[in-house]
């Protein structure tokens, strides 16, 4: 059985611990692999390595095209083993491995992307010729990647490819439950050439490794993905020494279906938006708002629709969706749906985990719908991060607006009508990352992504995703050094 392993300034190393975590496929429960269970220790070495190359320049004094160069050697190497990664994530999540194969496509348009963006910095015209201002922008330092379970890989790539264009150093942490890829990454970003030292990872439990990598004054930027209750015990702790966070967290997503919609786009693809990857998709569109005179026919089409979907292991080739990550999650989730039902949501299909043949052993929940919701419900308001959409109603545009933004979340919304106008006032009034139009679901490496209130701080992807990972740095040169003459001077005697 492999036994995966930190990687600290350039080397594999096993656990000060000496303890050893079995990753178990949340299909069946057999073991994919082993991981070493990192501690304090581990940490505080990752840190140093990533604190002593960042100081010796070693990787920042390379050029900005040498770094673009970089990324796209990551991206073919990435490309070359692209089956290899896709059958890691996928045994680690179950989720499908054509799934696993888009994610990490995904992955390499990532890495391709951020190699196309041209070195910022400009000049100031402060309106005296002896004065040359300019911005410069440095690498911020030091940085804690930090990834949740879900899309393991892709999330991970949003840091480390803007992190090295930028030539900051830094330390990985993936999810406990997730590990293999980011492993496979620290090989690839070897053979690419990254200088020892620039890129460590750290495996091992968030509860254990996350606050040292949180709290330490050599760490510069935190970046993470994840839930809003760790988003918020991270922040906590980056202010104590005053780092720069960018934080993903979590959404509870409207999506908006207008009378006058294409209502069997909208209704196909709600249930993509609810159930893709069993709702563990934090832009999912599990707060579905109906125009009220089309209620009974969207809600009876979703119902006939989710009852419909195949659960399955990951190579199950009749499955449309994969369990839930873990024992945890499962118990979460069916938690949210017995909240719901007590709450006095209308169960309409599923509420109940999958215990149907070959599914016994997995964590699968039934893609489930409650009608009758209403923004009181916790079921409404908190996320589930499972395969549940609420359905609310509303009579007017104004109605909908306000429906879609009693949330404390912000992350992505969507609105679904023929008149164009009215989708441009909705969309200007969500107060959301992203909005998709008639449509739901894709992101560009090339578009901000990121959220409003809590759903985070900060973005990533697009240029602002380069962007958290540099200091701006104002250089001002006198070209005719003269006094200030701001106090008055007697004279020297
Ligand atoms: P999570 O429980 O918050 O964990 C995320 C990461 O943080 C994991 O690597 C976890 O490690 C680590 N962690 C846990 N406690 C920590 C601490 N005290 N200090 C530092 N790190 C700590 O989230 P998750 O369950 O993995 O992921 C699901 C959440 O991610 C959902 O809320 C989802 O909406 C959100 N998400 C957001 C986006 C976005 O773009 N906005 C994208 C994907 C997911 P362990 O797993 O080892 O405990």
């Avoid at 040498?66 to 045994?91: M, T, V």
């Avoid at 997503?253 to 009378?259: G, L, R």
Wanted: net charge negative; charged share 20%; hydrophobic share 40%.
């Amino acid at each position: 059985m492999t036994l995966l392993r930190h990687y600290i300034n350039g080397k594999w190393q096993e656990s000060a611990s000496g303890r050893v975590r079995e990753i178990r496929s949340p299909h069946d429960q057999h073991v994919v692999v082993q991981a070493t269970e990192g501690n304090l220790t581990d940490v505080l070495n990752a840190i140093e390595a990533a604190h002593t190359t960042f100081e010796s320049g070693i990787f920042r004094s390379w050029s900005w095209q040498d770094r673009q160069s970089l990324l796209l050697r990551i991206a073919d190497l990435i490309e070359r083993d692209a089956d290899i990664y896709a059958k890691a994530e996928s045994g680690d999540t179950a989720k499908r491995l054509i799934e696993a194969e888009y994610d990490i496509a995904d992955v390499i348009s990532v890495f391709r992307f951020n190699a196309t963006l041209k070195e910022p910095g400009h000049s100031v015209d402060i309106g005296r010729l002896e004065i040359e201002s300019r911005i410069a922008y440095e690498p911020v330092g030091v940085c804690a990647l930090i990834g949740p379970w879900n899309y393991p890989l892709l999330q991970i790539s949003w840091k480390v490819a803007p992190a090295l264009l930028a030539g900051c150093s830094f330390i990985v942490k993936p999810s406990e439950l997730s590990p293999s890829t980011a492993v496979l990454l620290m090989h690839t970003l070897t053979e690419a050439g990254v200088p020892a030292g620039v890129a460590n990872l750290i495996l091992g439990a968030g509860s254990e490794v996350g606050t040292p990598l949180t709290s330490d004054p050599r760490v510069d930027l935190i970046s993470f993905t994840g839930g809003l209750a760790t988003g918020r015990a991270i922040m906590a702790s980056a202010a104590r020494t005053v780092k720069k966070v960018a934080l993903e967290l979590g959404g509870k997503n409207p999506n908006i279906i207008f009378a006058d919609a294409d209502i069997d786009a909208a209704i196909d693809n709600a249930v993509t938006a609810g159930f893709l990857h069993s709702g563990q998709v934090c832009s999912a569109g599990t707060r579905l708002l109906v125009e009220a005179s089309i209620h009974d026919r969207v809600v009876d089409e979703l119902v006939r629709r989710a009852d419909e979907i195949t659960l399955g292991g990951p190579d199950n080739e009749a499955a449309e969706t994969g369990p839930l990550i873990s024992e945890g999650h499962l118990n979460k989730v069916l938690g949210y749906i017995e909240r719901a039902v007590k709450e006095g949501a209308t169960l309409r299909v599923g509420g109940k985990r999958a215990l149907a043949p070959g599914l016994e052993a997995g964590w699968y929940i039934e893609p489930t719908v409650f009608d009758g919701c209403s923004t009181e419900m916790a079921s409404v308001q908190e996320e589930s991060f499972g395969p549940i959409i609420t359905v609310e109603t509303f009579t007017t545009e104004e109605e909908a607006i306000a429906l879609g933004n009693d949330t404390i979340y912000g992350l992505s919304g969507a609105v679904w009508s023929a008149d164009l106008g009215r989708c441009d006032r909705v969309a200007a009034g969500l107060r959301h990352g992203t909005i998709w139009i008639n449509d739901y679901g894709p992101y560009r490496p090339e578009a901000e992504w990121g959220g409003f209130k809590a759903s985070g701080v900060g973005r990533e992807l697009g240029g602002s995703g380069l962007h958290e990972y540099l200091e701006a740095k104002h250089l001002w040169r006198n070209t005719s050094p003269g006094r200030s003459g701001w106090f008055r001077d007697s004279g020297h005697p």
